[in-house]
């Protein structure tokens, strides 16, 4: 099956010209969403709505509200119309464990334990992927488009009435309403391929292969750098190599984000740097 423009001959460019008949490993960045500003998206009321869920669910998660807050979370899935992601992720089947999700919310309680603030990061969706365990890409991005899926398919409902591409009737999306705070339902207009499978377009520049935020990349870019900085004014002069090798590695494999956790409650301030830079460099 051949690619959206293709299927329906057209040559858009605004958007991201999706595989009709497979998945790519593509994702929704939510800093570079937040700079689109095209005709029929507007991507600072996206950017909006992202941050206003991740503060609700840290507030909902610090007032002691865990099951609001696990419910939260495991109510979005993810949407094969948009046609990128891994398709390895079953949010119904995974979403609904409450011992899945403990884990996600845990390092907020850990950094609030130690007397710090997480108002900055609490306004940071990335705060998931960079430091909770088993909250890689696939599930921020499905989790971004969830919660923005009414305005995605404003802006594919605008492009279709552009292009004069049809539309059917009949798809059903979930988003996130910032004003109730709650899940919302509702039926929708979109395009469908041969197979009468619905789809979703996305603002092109939003889209990337890989995520620039990383638990490994902020240990690289900043904690390290930081290491160095204050070696090299004690005469020492230390590789990031070695830095991993004394620093990461003696806590096992797999455990950097818990040595990004360790690394934000000593130094709070190299989290927000990273996380400000990240939206600025977007």
Known sequence: ?????????????????PSLDKEEKHFIDPNKIGKINIPGFN????????????????????????ASAYDLLSIPKE???????????????????????????????????????????????????IIAPNFAEDRLSDLITNIICDFLVEFTQFICTEQNI?????????????STKKWCTKVVELPVDELGRPIILIPNKSVVDTYPFRADSFVRSVIFESLQSKALAAGEKISK?????????PLGKGMTKKYVLQEI??????????????????
């Open 43 to 66: 991507g600072q009321s996206a950017k909006q709505r992202i941050a206003s869920f991740c503060t609700y669910a840290f507030e909902l998660y610090l007032s002691g509200d865990l």
């Open 265 to 282: 409650i000593r130094n709070p301030k190299l989290f927000d740097y990273y996380l400000d830079r990240l939206e600025f460099f977007a």
């Open 166 to 178: 049809p539309m059917v009737s009949g798809a059903e999306i979930e988003y996130f309403d910032e």
């Open 79 to 129: 949407v094969n119309a948009t046609r990128i992601g891994w398709g390895k992720v079953d949010y119904h089947g995974k979403g609904t464990s409450y011992d899945i999700l403990e884990p996600v919310f845990r390092p907020i309680k850990v950094i609030k334990d130690a007397g710090l603030s997480t108002d900055s990061m609490s306004k940071h969706i990335e705060f998931f992927t």
């Open 1 to 17: 099956m051949a690619k959206f423009n293709e299927y329906f001959r057209c040559n858009g460019k605004e958007y991201y010209n």
């Open 241 to 249: 190599k070695k830095l991993w090798k004394k620093e990461v590695r």
